[in-house]
T-cell receptor, first 113, second 109 residues
């Protein structure tokens, strides 16, 4: 049973399109995250939700909109995709309190052509 | 601004050749330092978390240590299956992690 699962694993699309990435965790965690890993493998936080509420919103273009329908799901919608959006996007979750170990999904590789 | 710096960027070892990876950090009020392992095409996998200077954690051939300014990941007698990118991260106020750029370890037999 995969603890943090993301779909799709690969996403190839044209510039200007809108796409979504889905994430689900079955760990019973309260907090979920989206990270972006660029071509140099640098992993950077984008958003964090705790119990469906946005708590961290780094400097990310407003073309990126996270949505949390419940605390087990955090989806990422991207409008008007640009070449620079090409990266691997990781979802993670944690208990969110005390010792904050984050568990990551396998990633979604987005390629914008 | 909080920063996490890992060195070296890449490390090549022969099987059985022990070495250490370094993670230096500047953060106001460390809440935790984390080590992750990342294999190609996969998400980071949690290894250790350290919370206070002097703390040490061990798992198989890996041992993580923490001082007030840096952490070391010691690899004793590595095997080819230890080849991966090792990521260090510090916990920022709130719940986000700030990651270093990683050390890519290659162990040849």
């Amino acid at each position: 049973d995969t603890a943090v699962s993301q779909t799709p694993k690969y996403l190839v699309t044209q510039m200007g399109n809108d796409k979504s990435i889905k994430c689900e965790q079955n760990l019973g965690h309260d907090t979920m995250y989206w990270y972006k890993q660029d071509s140099k493998k640098f992993l950077k936080i984008m958003f964090s939700y705790n119990n469906k509420e946005l708590i961290i919103n780094e400097t990310v273009p407003n073309r990126f909109s996270p949505k949390s329908p419940d605390k087990a799901h955090l989806n990422l919608h991207i409008n008007s995709l640009e070449l620079g959006d090409s990266a691997v996007y990781f979802c993670a979750s944690s208990q969110g309190t005390g010792k904050n170990i984050q568990y990551f999904g396998a990633g979604t590789r987005l390629s914008v052509l | 601004e909080d920063q996490v710096t890992q060195s070296p960027e890449a490390l090549r070892l022969q099987e059985g050749e022990s070495s250490s990876l370094n993670c230096s950090y500047t953060v106001s009020g460390l809440r935790g330092l984390f080590w992750y392992r990342q294999d190609p095409g996969k998400g980071p996998e949690f290894l250790f978390t350290l919370y206070s200077a002097g703390e040490e954690k061990e798992k198989e051939r890996l041992k993580a240590t923490l001082t007030k300014k840096e952490s070391f990941l010691h690899i004793t007698a590595p095997k080819p299956e230890d080849s991966a990118t090792y990521l260090c991260a510090v916990e920022q106020a709130g719940t986000a992690l700030i990651f270093g750029k990683g050390t890519t370890l290659s162990v040849s037999s």
